[in-house]
């Protein structure tokens, strides 16, 4: 956390540091630091997708799937071909019980995905 504390310190208008330390912060389980590194990132780079899909999958953490799922389709408004937000918003589509969008999601993430043949 020191490390990214004295970069934003240095340029306070840094939002991959921002999003970094959420992620490093999400690692930690200070889900609710980590999603207001996210918020701090995404003021500064509304378009960041990297930092939405991040955001997206602290809210799930928090079982907040309705804000969860918004931020994966805010990530993917941005990259439309970003697989990790496909491949999480089929998670939290999951986790709400919903498998006939679930299915529609991961069928996109396998479309999307470069690690994937397609046909």
């Known amino acids: 956390m020191a490390s ?3 970069a934003l ?3 306070p208008d840094y939002a991959n540091a921002y999003s970094d330390r959420g992620i490093a912060l999400q690692d930690l389980k ?3 630091d980590a999603l207001a ?3 701090k990132a995404l003021a500064i780079q509304p378009d960041h997708a990297g930092a939405y ?3 997206g999958n602290v809210l799930q953490e928090l079982k907040r799937l309705d804000e969860a799922l918004a931020s994966y389709d805010k990530a993917l408004a ?3 071909d970003y697989a990790g937000a ?3 918003r089929g998670i939290a589509y999951k986790s709400s019980g919903d498998w006939t969008k679930r299915w529609q999601v991961t069928t996109r993430h396998w479309r999307s995905s470069q690690t994937i043949p397609r046909p």
Do not use: C, M
């Open 4 to 6: 990214y504390d004295k």
């Open 9 to 11: 310190a240095l340029k």
């Open 30 to 32: 200070r889900l609710e």
């Open 37 to 39: 590194s996210y918020d």
């Open 53 to 55: 899909g991040n955001r």
């Open 78 to 80: 941005i990259k439309p």
């Open 86 to 88: 496909y491949y999480n």
